[in-house]
């Protein structure tokens, strides 16, 4: 597996409570460095969802994400070849989450020697040892450990809440002893929405940190939400008082990666970066590409006050005859050569183009986001930043 290092390189102005920060990611197989915060760029079996490689936009962040489901299936293909990565010809690092992000997991797929993951066409149980040799045959840079999770809210009894951690932490364990699958790991943290549970399993983990230091290269929040479309709603500030929690005990690992799978609408991400997580699932893009909303928020004040709000549907017949592209004063693929007119005709005529463009503008639009992000901690603009993106968004319901 190829050398990963990350290090956190400087706080925001700390006359706010935020926990922004930037990061620096460096792979020993490729010479660029990927900084932090950031999304990845989401793929399944292969391929970036509607577009082909050449297409994906210059600003999009190199990192994959590629869920481990995804590729149960092709593991007698892999049998034949050095590693995924060669097999699919990517030359991309790759972080392999457990779960997909964009399909839903149901209750009752795990036991005390397997998980399930949930893929299109259904559920899949790893054992460990089938894991662990998906790990081997894949060879992901990075990679989130198998876990139970399955907690959902207000319907988890101690006892479940407990196997939850048991299991986790086995498999964790099994993983970690392993040398050669052991480097570059992402911890899941279980737990549910339970504080006690939580901190139960944050101990646990915290003793087997100094043993692993090397191996152990982020952490995962997980057992929070049941994954898919769902996630595109939660309300980041009820998990607040558990990820400041878990953010303090972890006080001495400050090079450690803060990760969460969720469609991460971009007033979710302002609020997580707030909260100091450094690492962002891309799967948001396939799921509102694949629904033809465009994102059409200002993510840097040079860009004019859009009418339409922080996105828009464009199958819709007010932009039949739209002569504009897109979003006015883009500079994607899309934006500089088609009009709205173009793209509504080919949703209309079911033509696949309709949604590689879509799919190129809104790329661009959310990795341009991220590096706005990016910029304004740098420039102690932070605070500022954070509102004008807010202030895009209607307030969130508490739930
Ligand atoms: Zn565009």
């Not at 790990?135 to 990679?143: A, D, E």
């Not at 139970?148 to 986790?168: A, C, H, I, L």
């Not at 191996?215 to 607040?240: A, C, M, Q, R, W």
């Not at 629904?291 to 922080?310: A, E, Q």
Request: hydrophobic fraction near 35%.
């Amino acid at each position: 597996m190829a050398n990963i290092s990350f290090k956190t390189i400087s706080l925001s102005n700390s006359t706010t409570t935020s926990a922004a920060r930037l990061g620096e990611l460096a792979f020993s197989t490729i010479p660029k460095i990927i900084e932090t915060p950031a999304a990845m760029l989401y793929v399944r079996t292969g391929v970036v969802p509607d577009v082909t490689y050449d297409f994906i936009p210059d600003n999009v962040t190199r990192l994959l994400e590629i869920p481990l489901g995804s590729l149960v299936e092709s593991m007698n293909n892999l049998e034949n070849t050095e590693s995924y990565a060669n097999f699919a010809r990517l030359s991309n690092p790759i972080y392999c989450p457990f779960h997909d992000t964009l399909v839903p997991l149901r209750a009752g797929g795990n036991g005390n020697l397997f998980s399930s993951v949930w893929t299109k066409s259904g559920r899949k149980e790893l054992n460990i040892d089938r894991f662990k040799k998906l790990i081997q045959l894949v060879k992901p840079t990075m990679y989130e450990t198998m876990f139970d999770g399955d907690t959902p809210f207000d319907q988890t009894t101690d006892k479940r809440f407990t196997k939850d951690r048991e299991r986790s932490r086995k498999f964790l364990e099994n993983s970690l002893e392993e040398q050669k699958n052991s480097t570059n790991i992402i911890i899941p943290l279980v737990g549910g929405y339970d504080k006690r549970h939580r901190e139960l399993y944050l101990n646990e983990i915290l003793r087997l940190i100094p043993k692993y230091e090397k191996n152990i290269f982020g952490v995962s929040f997980e057992g929070i939400h049941s994954y898919g479309p769902l996630t595109e709603n939660l309300n980041i500030d009820t998990l607040k008082p558990l990820i400041e929690e878990t953010r303090k005990k972890l006080n001495d690992y400050k090079n450690l990666l803060f990760t969460m799978p969720l469609l991460w609408r971009p007033d979710n991400v302002i609020r997580a970066v707030d909260l100091g997580f450094d690492l962002f699932s891309g799967a948001y893009v396939p799921y509102i590409s694949d629904r033809f909303i465009i994102l059409s928020f200002r993510y840097n004040d040079k860009m004019s006050s859009n009418i339409t709000g922080p996105d828009y549907n464009i199958n819709s017949k007010e932009y039949m005859n739209g002569k504009q592209s897109l979003l006015s004063n883009c500079e994607c693929y899309c934006c500089k050569n088609y009009t709205q007119a173009y793209v509504y005709h080919l949703i209309q005529t079911k033509e696949l183009l309709g949604r590689t463009l879509i799919t190129i503008h809104n790329l661009y639009h959310y990795h341009a986001f991220f590096q706005a992000i990016r910029e304004s901690i740098k420039a102690n603009t932070w605070n500022e930043y954070r509102t004008m993106i807010l202030e895009q968004y209607p307030i969130q319901e508490q739930k």
